[in-house]
């Protein structure tokens, strides 16, 4: 069967170039390695947060934004500086980060409802930045959590994909795992790779390579939209920039096995350029999962402002390495740092009472009640006494929490769970107590203690993300908790550098003719739309704005 489109990879990306063929009239082949069960890709397991700008839920709250506001901000965190010269690696890049911000400003709430995802009211404050007006950070709330979390934004396409099929429209080719791409006259023709044997693993767990057959599929239009390199740490460590220090030796992993970069050889080999391969971003705030999905299965917790954040040694981490400000400037601080670089680790000590308003947990099947789009389990969850289900399980079952009611003891605790004892409980009293202090005024010059009660200001923050301000050692907050925290790795953002049509560039900025790419594949647009950082809320949005950019263009292509 002859095909207008292929697209590789049956992720959020895929999906919604798949839907914009269809509508227009296309026959698409949707081809992925795993099994069916797998649709919706890594987007079916994120928190479902949605980056968006002067937004009605923003405004309910109180929040004053703008594109220019939102703009300073991406800019001043992307810090594009490959610019210069001849093809210049980030020239793309920033004409989609300026085209998304515009998007995220405009129709994309629109957009959104239209093709049926939905949002709570909630808009959290998520990477509050270095402390520069116009260095890295949101100046302002624009975390908006879509009803059903992750599945709530990549199940309306998923679903109508599945109608699609039904309808004959759509072709899913399954367990078929793209090799090569079909070059010819140098245009991109097709697909050919290796026929997987069957495999009913569950959605997200790693499922066999074993061969059975070869396949060919032909189409004047080719999309990759395989996604990034997490799910393989050995390419992540031969990528990881020198600017971040050494890699770790553990890491734990917040992406499927199948998220392991191979379309970006693929893509390379047919005549792709790749750029940005050094750009990457993976959090540190990773816990293992007590109930594993994939292989390495981590977690990342969503941090309110108020934890205690110690490095290996029991030293407080420098601002702006403090929860929920700058990812990659705390991952530079831990694998810079001379004595630290022996060590994978860092904690979070905390109370009781924080741990309740304060930690989330990233991922569709860690907020069952956003996940459900039950509103009452939510006011419930979030408004009511207690923590989640999900971070009380991980309290009780997770290996790296640990739970006492005197410092010294839950020192003790924290360093059973190291090779050899590295805490000195002084030390760490200290740097508790030092905090502590901070905390008997509304004013302080405590850096993280003044932006715990700037957080407090915002109502969103007060209702239900910001615990009362209150000392670690004060015995009614209590039990006291730690929680060892690991490098988890997630997110590429470097990629195949693509137009503003989503149609991948040679290495002489000449358009590889049949090929186009979107998603993580793409850095998220361009090969790198987010720069060196992100302002959070922007991934899955990244990968909906580049896959509604490439179905539209290759549905023109094909109608030529």
Known sequence: MEFDAVIVGAGLAGLVAADELVRAGRRVALVDQENASNLGGQA???????????????RRLGVRDSLDLAWSDWRGSAGWDRTEGILPQDEWAARWGRAYVEFAAGEKRAW??????????????????????????????????????????????????????????????????VDDLIVEA????????????????PRGVASSRDAVGTFTLRAPAVLMATGGLGGDHERVRRAWPARLGTPPREMIT???????GRGLDIAEAAGARIVNRDRMWHYVEGVRNWRPIWPGHGIR?????????????????????????????????????PDLVAHDHSWFILTQAILEKEFALSGSEQNGDITSGNWIEVLKTR????????????????????VADDLETLVERMNALTPTPLLVPQAVRDAVEARDRQIANPYAKDLQVQGIHNARRYLGDRLARVARPHRILDPSAGPLIAVKLHVVTRKSLGGVQTDLESRALRSDGSVLEGLYAAGEAAGFGGGGAHGYNALEGTFLGGCLFTGRAAGRAMAGLSRA
């Open 186 to 201: 140098g245009r991109v023709t097709g697909v050919s790779g290796t026929r997987l044997a069957p495999d009913a693993a």
């Open 112 to 177: 959104l409802r239209q093709n049926g995802v939905r949002l709570t009211p909630m808009v959290g404050w998520a990477e509050r930045g270095d402390g520069r007006a116009g260095g890295h950070g949101n100046s302002v709330p624009r975390f908006h959590v879509a009803w059903g979390t992750g599945t709530g934004v990549s199940g309306p396409f998923a679903a109508r994909a599945l109608e699609a099929e039904r309808a004959g429209r759509l072709s899913r080719h399954t367990r078929c795992r």
């Open 301 to 337: 917790i969503l941090p309110g402002p108020s934890s205690l954040w110690l490095d290996a040694l029991g030293r407080r981490l420098p601002f702006p390495a403090a929860p929920g400000y700058d990812t990659l400037a705390t991952l530079r601080h831990l694998r810079t740092t």
């Open 254 to 260: 917040g992406v499927p096995a199948y998220v392991d």
């Open 44 to 58: 079916y397991w994120s928190f479902g947060g949605l980056f968006l700008v002067d937004s009605p839920e923003q």
């Open 383 to 402: 408004l009511g006494k207690g923590a989640s289900p999900e971070v009380e399980a991980f309290k009780r079952q997770g290996e790296d929490f640990v």
